[in-house]
């Protein structure tokens, strides 16, 4: 058996690379899972630059490349009892971070 090491794949044009990071992850641009009860803490990321805690269910999440624009889309859900009883509000994306807020319980 081989073993290929890389750096960057890249289309046959260079104009599209991924690295072996990107592929293991997934291909998403950023993700992050946290806990917010408490001391609201990542637990661990992608992409991500940063994780504010703006008080009681008001969260930014910094990203680490911009997006081109602000049409990304974006999920979130609880674990546990809280799953699926969650819901986001008062959304504001921007290219280089996502606001929201929490609801539900």
Same mark, same amino acid.
């Given at each position: ?20 990071? *990107?592929? +293991?992850? !997934? ?5 992050? %899972?946290? =806990? @917010?009860?408490? /001391?609201?803490?990542? *637990?661990? +990321?992608? !992409? ?5 805690? %703006?008080? =009681? @269910?008001?969260? /930014? ?16 859900? @609880?674990?546990? /009892? ?24």
């Amino acid at each position: 058996m081989s073993t290929l090491k890389v750096n960057t794949i890249q289309n046959v044009s260079g104009g599209s690379s991924s690295t072996p990071e *990107n592929i +293991e992850q !997934g291909r998403a641009k950023a993700w992050v %899972n946290f =806990t @917010g009860t408490g /001391t609201a803490a990542m *637990n661990d +990321e992608f !992409g991500i630059s940063s994780f504010t805690d %703006n008080g =009681t @269910g008001h969260y /930014t999440v910094g990203f680490d490349t911009d997006f081109a624009n602000t049409n990304y889309c974006y999920t979130a859900g @609880g674990t546990g /009892t809280q799953q699926g009883s969650r819901t986001t509000k008062d959304v504001v994306q921007s290219v280089d971070s996502f606001d929201f807020k929490v609801r539900g319980g």
